[in-house]
């Protein structure tokens, strides 16, 4: 009777701690969804918090990380502070330093197997994407508001600093996105649900994040869904960050010379 009840606590306990892992890829959803909704990022930063002390409780660390990054995300939008998904990231990786179990047991940046099939899914995506990205760039009359602003302030500065500062931003931002939604948002997800649900979550949370990128607005968040869940599939096929993270670059890159050569 007692090993009886014993398992029936263990299920409901797995229940429990698999719906608080649900809540947190939630926030992490709504979180950037609050720079057009106010009230999303108050709703994933409450939520969040929450998630992330139940877990601090109970050691469970894979949503912990999840949690307190979904909560970073959260605060930041509403505070409208800039690169919060690099601060979120940093925050993790010092955190870690303290305490351990906030790293992944393989580290932040596995590299993975390279298999011929990951080779040709990675070129196959870097073109399109590139040629996706110059398609609209050339065709669109509006960038989306953070983007023309931030066009407006550096119109004026040296081409030399913007391309080395261009190419210091597409290095940090890929291996920061990277590390947040192929590592994080997707081990958390992977830990719980089957590999296709897991990759089309961390898709549409990577997607939700570029809510007010480049491209901005529903085109921007339904083009990054989809290179989400195709770098998701990427990580699930070779099972490390490298592949993911270079052709992460390769459309940042893109992206970068596209807003020097067609916006300033």
Do not use: C
């Amino acid at each position: 009777m007692a090993q009886g009840t014993s398992t029936i606590g263990g299920h409901r306990a797995r229940r429990v701690a698999n719906w608080h892992l649900l809540s947190a890829l939630l926030a992490l959803i709504l979180a950037p969804l609050g720079a057009v909704h106010f009230s999303l990022a108050a709703v994933a930063a409450a939520l969040s918090l929450a998630v992330a002390a139940l877990a601090a409780r109970t050691r469970s660390w894979p949503t912990l990380r999840l949690a307190a990054f979904a909560a970073i995300l959260a605060l930041g939008t509403l505070a409208k502070a800039p690169l919060t998904i690099w601060i979120g990231v940093a925050l993790l990786a010092v955190a870690g330093v303290r305490w351990r179990g906030l790293i992944p047991e393989t580290g932040w940046l596995p590299p993975g197997r390279v298999t011929r099939a990951a080779w040709w899914l990675s070129a196959a995506t870097v073109v399109v994407a590139a040629v996706a990205l110059t398609v609209w760039a050339h065709s669109t009359n509006s960038f989306g508001g953070s983007t023309d602003e931030l066009a407006e302030t550096l119109r004026d500065s040296p081409r030399t600093l913007l391309w080395v500062g261009g190419a210091g931003f597409v290095l940090i931002n890929a291996v920061a996105e990277e590390i947040a939604y192929r590592r994080i948002a997707y081990e958390a997800a992977f830990s719980i649900l089957p590999p296709s649900a897991a990759i089309l979550l961390q898709g549409i949370a990577f997607g939700a994040a570029h809510v007010a990128g480049f491209p901005a607005g529903l085109l921007g968040v339904g083009l990054a869904t989809v290179y989400g869940v195709t770098l998701g599939a990427l990580r699930f096929m070779t099972g490390g960050m490298r592949l993911p993270i270079l052709v992460h670059i390769a459309a940042d890159a893109t992206i970068v010379t596209l807003f020097i050569t067609v916006l300033l």
